[in-house]
Every structure is written in structure tokens, then in C-alpha cells.
């Protein structure tokens, strides 16, 4: 079974997953009767004969009359012709494919961003606390990720926050971008710039190194909360596993071929301590995208989290539901990348 | 007598949470060249333990507490092992050990897959399961003999066709391997011998496909960092310098690593595993057992070692594929001239293969003998009682040892076999026999009957 | 071999696990801890008056200075925004934490123990059909996930709590299912088989005693994290304006006051951090305990 | 008769890369026809992968077979009138004595029956008790469940256990984890002989123990066997094993039975040929003659060999025993390109027609001859080659069919072998 028939597998595999995404947030979205959904589209000012129309009309534009599940093709065809619904926020309101337009570059930015600083502070700091355990580097390293992992996200913010933010100033810690440094740019219009709504690469794009270099400070330190947040479970589960890789006996063989320490640890060892970890990684993606929301609302940076923390407190339920779908949408995306890379990295899997 | 190994009063121990085992107390035994020595016991007779401290591949828990190991007459293998245990009285430190450990595998690194080498018992999990075979096999050659690999390379790139026509006339008149060596140091193709020998000595081609592939073998076109590096390495230098950086060195290493498992495929050639070319790029969860415990072998005899340790190497195997294991295994002794220590818990295994046979008992070597004499006239009692319990397929009958096997931890006080034994006398009860040699070459540790 | 021979044997390997667990030090300072937690939250529960606390349910607010005052003797923790005296707020606040968070961890627990090991023995179509269902539980972010089905039920903390059961007993189910396929392959449970045994009996006889001690270790490492996952989502407002005493809504009360009064925040948020801490810490000395490798 | 197997066949579906629907199947057992009397040991030999594992669940109803029946404590003339009917067809008669015979048969007073007399010891000591339970427990637990003896007296027929597997009786309240190997086994043989069985299954009861504690748990298995008429089936590689024990010895390779017959027949004089290179191949100074060392590996079961399944293994195989067109050419193949280069042109091409004979492209019907003469003696496949004609497309040779061999009567043993069929 070569790597392209294991992909279409996975690829089959996920259509029942996304049917059962959809249909638990299409059941979320509509159990709470239909008024609310109305209460949308409506703006509670309108009333008597006006308000009649308009709910009539909207009735048979969703079906709402008809039985649940013909409701559930129809939203979904909705939704896979593009128009997720309408959401009305402090922040941003109208239609949601604008919103997601908007808001995903940003959340996007931070994720990647996060996820690399897991790869690249988790996997050598895992790797150092196995291979010298119970040094008393190992046993910082324990206590550090112990703690960390038992740290909600939003205190790792704030302590971010007054550490380097307010106690040293060398970080600025809310906003996407400094307003004043942006307000000259002329593809900065009103908070969004254009062609790819990231700021970083826009100004990047025209050219204005001074605001490109401000965009990515601001960059730094919601990234930083939400690795820090996720490194550290990975960092415990690539000290268990490849704790668990030393003991076998290849690496015995390895060793007694007289290779150099650090080739066998490198070459031989991590590899197949890796694999666990790119099992879970799809879980930390989920954990990536859940501490997005609490950090957005912490460092004020406008992504998709922050909108769903706005939509939550206005009860804003087109918001909600398209985000929890999105979220979805990504995280299957995710756990599809990952399956793949599992399937590079160990030979066993692909024939 | 040149022993290739002298191991003197070796004494091992293990410190657990549930007290300390003595794995090992006090075993002698001196093998001599190109000899295939067995080392007989039941599990908890030390073994294996045995054979991972002449390898220096001991836990963190475990402490050479006396005795040395010493490898062709001078190199001392546990030396910094036992300077790291505890003398009389003190704690065993944990600490102290795994330095020790780190410090042995450092130093041991020209010794471990050059000089000694190991094969484990189970081939399932001995081959690392993400890695490529080739690599597997190459990664030793590369380690220690990374010069030969590059002249090989360098001498095709100069040796021109009919300088091969003429070692194939040669060949085909019965030239052995000396000659060919002379002629290729004549021509200054030092390497090419290496390659030409082990096609020719393939048995699965027929005559004229080795004179095709021989002839193929000249005129190899090298780019220029592929010349750069196998000059430096050819000449002997290491991969130093600005080679040091990580992108560099691991290009350079790769060029070593294709011609690593030209090298390999030889090897496998020779180890009769089928079409080896394709092997050589198989992951081992593709092979069977017998397959990868061949493959085993070859990395252990990548870089034709003094002494090869098999630990068990076919219990796991079936009979059949046991069968081909151990014919192999006769076959490489006269090829290869290495001395090898054998262990197995069933004697008749060690009968198919070995030249003498040590029987361990609770962490000690009760008797060493010659293999015909094993059977026919066994000296301790242990021994007696063991071939007596073997069942043979004309279905003889078998007598068990009565009692068990001793509790590591208190060893019982002089003979430790005094409480299974049927003539234990109160000598046996309170003194310590030593080795004495009753025949020539026939060892055993245990006072005659009389007194 | 008497019943005394038999309690005597049955002592002995318990003080083997016992001696295990506390040689492991961090073990013991997280039991500690975790003990205190417990107390306080009995203590708020049945006699807060012993402890001079006049109104467990909410938040004592005073509105003459909302401005937070640092600590001082009067308030040991200093004050947050609506004048709230945090040390009072924070020992009440615990008992709501922890209760909630045990009822999430212990439906969660049940639930997906008894799907997972039903899905485990039954096999087949309906073991398929409860994987594609946590499949799909897992695809979407638990907090986000947690924040949809609360916000349904509406934003009170029992609706909190139960949002985060329905988001969390898939892991267990899975967890659960695992172990239980694992047991099911030793032979003993053939033998079981072989000598006439009922499958039902097999279950509760053999493979459960074997599969649920890892399950229980799971869940003790699980409350720590869900403790914290809780105050997260009191943190971004999902109480609507209840004034309850939850250590996360505390945190969310300083939170535009960081600059200048950092300790509304970072108290509630270290009164977590330390009970998911202790938790985790005493999970992994009972994962030593059990785990055969380290007993030796 | 004890026990009887008819056409016994256990294919296990694998969710392999089948080629989109086809599902792939392993197959373990095919076709075994196994025979026990009261109180016989059978020996069934194998090496792994050969079926005999299978096989021996089965026989405990651990299993459900594919296809084929077993039958317990059937009297021999019904076994009789039931080959009868399957010989002339008579399918009526014959699923009337299955119904009442069958191991798995519905009624649950026979079901219980069967269990209280038969029971089974695996191989591992240390996964064949419960860590969780003390020995009294073990060894209760099939006496409690069949109903043999109420829990009172089920305590004192505990202890004669102990006894009689050389335990002491303070072991009862002892813990697995507090046993050696030796007795961990002796635990699972009492357990096994607990309800007094009439028949036990021993899968390698003694491969994961040292040679001295084997003999003792091997002797304690003799005095059982004669002490109570235990009919036994002994399932194990080590063919030494079964010359102490068994009377009955069944070879078995790649899930077929290839010889049956009383030990000193099929183990001292072995004619199946790979039972030859099975014995041949015992470590040991007693093994007289030369060693027959077999290539290459076990088959794999997923698509065995046609024909007698050992054909690309066998020394001494020749044209009906099966050789396929694929290993014709593959053979032709490794000839034509490594061993005989200058014979051959460079463009010879050598694959199979529609019809499935070998086809030889430019290459002339002299040449072709001569390899065959020359390479038949190592080259096994090429001896079920019958003719070699030229053709316009080339060279033609036609294959000889391939038979699947039954077991034949062969010096008062039964042997799988085309040598051995009736002309």
C-alpha cells in the first residue's frame, strides 16, 4: 500500500468525521428554536407588520418549517456555498465569511508561530531531560514543564505581560501593531490592511520595514504564551517515550556497534521517540487553537478567538457556531497533516 | 598461545530496591584464537550478564565489584567500571556509576564493532525499525573504517579495463587472495581486490554475469565535493575542518554512506541472503527472522572483529531456519578466523557448533570441557544432571534437578550447587572449589569424591 | 497457611506499593496540598462560620473603593476590583472549583469508561460506530467545543460543568477501551474461557480489575487539568454577571487593573496552578506504584 | 473416539492492501483431519506459522472454525457411518450427527458437559495466570464454574492438587507474581486437571522453561496421564518433546497435516520430505546422517503455494507437485540474465500467455532445450516442464497441472506426499 493510497484512505476516512462535525454544530446551533436564530437577522427595534414580513420571509429562505434534517441539507449546502450566516459583535458585525476573512490570517499567524516554537524549544529540551535523567537539569526541566502544564494559559499571559511587557517595557504587549507607527501607511485602512490582512506581511509587501518590524514585536509574545502552554505536556510525553526507546534492544545494538553517543541518541533514538509525539501533536493542535481564544482576548489581538470571546458575551450564536465550526475545519486539516507526516517518518505504516 | 580474551575472576552485582543480586561470582575463562567457545547455563546463571560486561553494555544498577576482562593480552575493559564501585561497606552511588558508564562508552568506541561485537537474541527488535538496513550495516564500517571505504571508491574511479581483465585471468587461473593484493598494491588500486573478491566469490551468478559486473567496475565519474572528501578521508584525515559544519558534514557523509552500502550489499552477498541489492533499501519489519538475524551478523562482522559475543543468537528462531543459522555460523569461523563466544541455555545447540562448552552455574563456570566430552564423560554433577535432562528424539529417559534454581541475593556459602547436589559433602558445604584441570583441557570445580 | 497468613501477605504487598509511593517526595508534598484543598472546601461547605465566613454562595462586594487595595493585615491578599477582599473570595471560591471540577471528571469518567469498555468487548459495528463518534468529538478544540454546548445551555456553572463532561468523556472512552483490549489479550482470559467461565463473569472477574486501575490513574492526573480548563473559561466571561466566588472569575475581576495591581490576578491564578500542580504530582507517584519496572 | 476433526479449515480475515474489495484471508488451517483416543497423547509438531496453534484452540471451541466439523467422545462406528455419508453424499444423516456430536453444539447441558471435560495449559507462565488473584482462586475457578464440586469441597480438592502437582499448600495463598516459571506451570496444570477432564490441550507447556525444571513438569505430565486416562494433545517445535510423550505424532507445515503416525515411525524414519529436513535439522550429536539444511522461509500463508504447499522448499519435488507458471518464469528469469548471459541474446524476454504457458521471446528452441537439461537437477521448477515446442510467438512450454497431495498409505503411516500417490 504505497503513500498515495494511504492518503485517500485517510482523506475517505475524514468525510464521516466532517459529516459528524457539521451535524453536532448544525444540532447546536438550531436546538435552541428557531426564534433565535431569527433574532439575528432581525434587529429587535423592528416590530408589528415589518417584523411578520421579514420573519416569514426568512422562514422559507432556511427552510425553517420544514423537519430537522432537511433543514441540515440545506444549512449545509449553505455553508459549502460559502455563506456561513451573519454575526454582529463589538468588534466586527455582518456577514461571517468577512469576519473569517478578517480574523483567520491573524490566528493563523500566532498558531504557526506557536507551533514552531514547540518544535524547536520542545524536542531538544525532551530529548536533553531523557538522555541525562535525574540530572538536576532533568529535574528543572520536570518541574518547569509540571508547572507550566498546570498553569492556565491566561496566567501564563499575565505573567508574560507584567515580566516583560511592564516590568522590563521591551515588549509591547496588546494590539496587533502600534497605531501610530501605522496610521501613515496608505493599505492600512481603519484596522485592516490589505491584500492579505496580516500586517507583518503586508508591510512587508509595501516595503515599510519599520512597521513590518513592529508587527512581528507584537507578534512575539502571544505566540510565546500559547508555546509555552503546549510545550510543556510535549515535552512530557517525548521525555516518557523516548525514555522507553532507550531501553530497547537496538539501541544495545547500536551502542554495541560503537558509534558515538551522540549519533545513537540522534540517529537512532529520537527518531522512534518522535513518533508518539507526532500521534499527539494532533491533540496539542487542538490545545493550540483552544489557548488561541484566551490568548486573543488577553493580548487584545484581533483573530478568530477574540471574536468568538465577543460573540460569547453578546450571545452572538451566528459568531459562536461559525467559529466552532472553522475551529473544526482547521483541527481536521491539521490532524490529516499530521497523519501524513506519521506515514513519511515510519516506514512501517506506508508497506 | 595468543589468547584473543582473559577474563579473571569477574564478579558482578546488581543493586535493586529488593536488595543485591550477585550475578556474577568470580568466572574464568581464557579463549583462544579464531576458537568458538560455549557458555552453557539455565536463566539466573549470569550468562548473558556475562556477556554484556565483556561488551562494557551493563545498566546503571550494576557494579564490577572485582575482576578484569582483558582483551588480546593488555586492553582492561571494566577498569573504570570497577573503580566505580562501592568498596566494602559503602553505599552503591548511582551517580558515580553513570558516569562511569558514559566514561566507558567513550573510551570503548575503538574497541566496540571493531574489535568485539555482539549479536542478541531476538532479531525482531534488535534492528532499529525506522532506519533503511544499508544504513543499519554502513553506519559501523563507517564508524571505524571510513579509509578503506574511500580507497575503494577512489581505486574505480582509476582502475582502467583491462587492468581488470587481467585480475580476472588471474582469478581464473586460482590466484588466491594474496596475489591479487600484490597486483592491485602494484598498480597502486589498493581497494579494488576488496570488491573484485567478494563478486567473485558470489555462488549465486554464474561465471560469465561476475565477468560482466567485474568489468563494469571501471571508469566511475566523481563530482568534485565527492573527490574533495574521499581524498581527505582516503589519506586518512577525518572529516575535519570547515567539513565540521552540520549541512557539509552530513553531505560527506553521505558520500560515504552509498559506497557504505556497496559495501553492505558484498556483505549480505556473503551471508547468503537473497538478491542483497534490494535488501539493502528494505526497512527490517519487511524481513523474516532468519533474514534479520543474518543481517545481525553481517554488522557484527562489518569490520571483521577479533571476537563476536552471540547471546542466545537462535532461540527465537524455528528449527529450520536454527538450522541454516548454525551452518552459517560453521561456515564464517573458517572464513573469518575470529574467535566467538556462543551462549545458549540448550546444550544441543552448542553441540552442533562449538569447540568447548563452559557450563555457568549461579554466577560462576563449574566446568569447562571439549565438546565430545560433555556428553560422553561430564565431571561436575550440575552437568551430569543437565545432559540428563535433555530429551533426545529416540526418546530416551529424562531425569529433573530436584530443587530450584538459587536466590541470587544470599548465594549459598561454598559450592553453590551443595543444596541440589546428590554427593554434597560437608567440604562442599563450607569451602569454595577451584578450577582443576582432570583431562587436558578439561576444567571442572569440584572436590573429587574421595575426600 | 491460616487467615492471618493471608492479611499478613495482603500488608505486606500494600507497604511494598505504600513505601513506593512515599519514597517519591513530590508525591507526598502534592498529597499535602491536595488534602488542604479538601479541607478548605468541607470547611466552606459545612461550617463556614468556623472559619468566619458569613456568605459561602457569593462574593462579598463593596463599592465604596472599588479601586484594589495591595495586600495589607486587613486583607492578606489585598483587594480586587469591586472592593473584594480576594483571601475570603479565594477560600470560598476553592470549594466551587473543586466541586464542579470533580463532577465533570466523574461523569466524564463514567460515561466513557462504561462506553469504552462495552465498545471494547462488543466490537464490531458498534465498537466502529463509537470510534467515528470520538473521532468526531475530538476534531473540534475542547474549550471551543465546551464554549458552543455551554453557551446552549446557557451560562451558569452546572451548565459550565456539564459542557465539559459531554466534551470530555471521549478520552476516557478511548482510554478506556485501549486498556481493555490490551487485558484482553493475555492468556489468562482465554483459559477463563477454556475452563467454562462465563463471558460476563470474565468481565467483571478478570478484565476489569486489570483495566481500571490505569483508568483511575488517568482520571486523578485528568482533575488537575480540568480544574484548570474550568477557571479558563470562567476567565473569558462565560458567567454571565453572576457574582460568584470561581477563581478564574476572580482572575477575569483584575483583569484591566494588570499594570497596577498585578495581584488580583496572579493569587487566584496561583491558587490553580498549585492544586492542578499537586494533583499531577500525586497521579504520577500512583502511576510509580503501579508501573511493575519501577516496583523492582 | 475422543476427539475427531473433519476437514477442519480457520481462514482469519486481515484488513490488508487487498486491491479494493477483494479481502485478504490468512490461512491457517486447511483441511486437517485429526484423530484422538481416550486416554492417547497426539504430538502435533510445526514450526510457527505451520497452524498448530489454531488448530489446538479449535479444538477447545476457543475458535470458530471457517468450515469443517469437530466431534467429542463420538463412538467409532458413528464416526464411520458419518464418513459414510459424506463419501455418497448423504448431507441429511450427516448434519443430524453433527447436531448431536459437534463440540458446538447449541444445547447448553452438552456445552457444559464438554467444558467440565476438557480444558487446556498454555505456554507462558506469566500471562496465563490473573496477577490478581492467589492460587487457591486459579485453581478453583474451573471447578466453581463448571459446578463440579461446591466451593467447600472445592477448597480440599484444591489442596490434593497442589499436592499432586508437587506444590506445597501454603503456595494457595500465594500471589503469581511470587512464583518461579517452574511453578507457575504446575499451578496452570492443575488448574487444567482440576474437573478431571477427559481431555487436555498442552500448547508448548514446556518451551519457555529451563531443560531441568522441563523434565520435572514432563515426568509430572506422565504420571497425570496414567494416573487419570487423560486423552492429551500435545502441541509443540520441540521434536524431542514429543518423542517423550506422544504416541500419535502429526507433522504439520503452512496449516495441512503432511504425515501421521506412531512416534517411532514418523520421528525415527521419517519420509515426507520435509519432515526428513525437520528432524534432520534437531540440534544434537544424535541425529545420525547429513544435515539437510531447507532454503529460504516459511510461505507465507496469505497466498500459500498451489499444489503441496512445500513444493519451492522440497528437495526432491518434481513436476506434479505444483509448480506455477510465475515461479517457472521467475526461475527462467534469474537463468537466462545471471547464469547463462552469453547463451542468450540481449532482448530474450521470458513471460506467461493467456492460455498459462511460458513463453520465450527470440530465443532459439535449442538453447532453451539445453538450460532445461542442464539446470533440471538444482532448478526444481523447471522439471514441470513437459514439452518445449517453437511456436510463432516464441518458444512455448507447456506446464504440467499441479495436484494437491491427499494423505496416502505409506509403510503403516500416512504421508502428504505425490511420491508417495498410488499410480
Redesign the interface.
Known sequence: MRLWVYIIRRLLLLIPTLIGLTFIVFILSHVSGTNVILSEYISPKLTGAARQILVQQLTNQFHLNQPIYIQYFYWLWQILQGNWGVTNTPIFSGQVNTAIALFLPNTLMISIVASILIWVIGVPLGVYSAVNRDSPADHSLRIGSFTLYAMPIYLIGIVLILLVGVYLKILPFSGVVNPVSVSSASWYVNGISYPTHIILIDAIIHGAWGIASDAFLHLILPSVTLALAIVASMIRILRSSMLEVLDQDYIRLARSKGISERSVINLHARKNALLPVITLFGYTVAGLLGGAVVVETIFNYPGIGYWTTQALLVSDIGGIMSAALLFGLILMFANLIVDIVYALVDPRIRY | MSYTLQVSDLNVQFY???GIYKALNGVDLSLKQGEIFGVAG??GCGKTTLGLTI?G?LPKNAAVTQGEVLLAGNRDLTACLRNAAPSEGEKFN?KQSEEAI?KL??E???????KI??V?Q?PM???????QIGFQIA??II??QPRPLAERKIARTKVTHDDLGQIIKLLKEGADEQAINKYAESKNLHGIEDQVLSVWRRN???E??KE?IILSLHSEKLGSFEKLVLERVGSGKNIGGWMRIPGINRAAKNVLLKEGYIKATELLSMLEVPNPDKVVRM?P??L?G??RQRI?IA?ALANNPELVILDEPTSAL???????I??LTRHLKHRFNTSFIFIS?????L??VCDRIGIMYAGRIVEIAPIDAV?SRPLHPYTR??TK???????NE????GG??PDMRNVPIGCSFNPRCPDATEKCRSAKPSMVEVEEGHFVACFPKGD | MSEAELKTRKWENTRLSLSVFFANKAAVIGLIIVMAYVVDALLVQFAPQAIGIHSPGTLVENFYNTVPSPPSLAHPFGTTYPGVDLFTSMVKAVRIDLFYSVLVVAIGAAVGSIVGVVSANVGGLMDEIVMRITDVFFSIPYLILALAVGFILGRSLLNMSIALAIVWWPLYARYTRSQTLSTKEFTFVEAAKASGVSRLKIMYKHILPNALPPVFIQISLDLGSIMVIFSTLAFIGFIENASIPELGYLSSLGLNYIQTAPWTVIFPGVAITLFALAVNLVGDGLRDVMDPRRRS | MLIATRQLVKHFPIKGESAFGKSLTLKAVEGVNLQVREGEVVGIVGESGSGKTTLGRMLLGLLKPTAGQIFFDIPDEVLQQYDACIANKDLGKAAEIEKQYSIFSKNRGRQREIRKKTNIVFQDPYSSLDPRLNILDIIMEPIVATGYLRSKEAVQRCMELLDEVGLPGDFAYRYPHELSGGQRQRVALARGIATLPKFLVLDEPTSALDVSVQAQVLALLRKIREKYNIGMVLITHNIAVISYMADQVNVMYAGKIVEIGQKKDVILKPIHPYNIALISAVPGKAVKGTKIILKGDTPNLVDPPGGCSFHPRCPVSFNRCGWSASEVVSDLKYLIEDKYPDRFKEGTNVSINMSGDVIITNADLISVKELISLEKKWTKSLAAIDDVSETNEGVKLKLSPCIVPEMYPQDNRLVACLHYAPL
Request: proline fraction near 3%.
Open positions: 535493586t530496591r529488593r539455565e536463566s561488551m553494555l548511582i558514559k562508552n567513550r570503548s568506541c575503538d574497541i566496540r564493532g571493531t561485537s555482539m542478541f531476538d527488535t534488535s534492528l532499529n525499525p525506522v532506519l553506519e559501523t564508524a571505524h549465486d551468478l554464474g560469465t554475469k560482466k526497512y519489519h519487511e523474516s532468519g533474514m545481525v554488522i524455528d528449527v529450520t531456519v536454527q538450522a541454516q548454525l551452518e541455555h540448550d546444550l544441543s545447540v553441540s552442533e556428553f544432571m543437565l535432562a535433555i530429551p533426545t528424539i529416540d526418546g529424562i531425569q529433573g534437578i530450584t534454581v
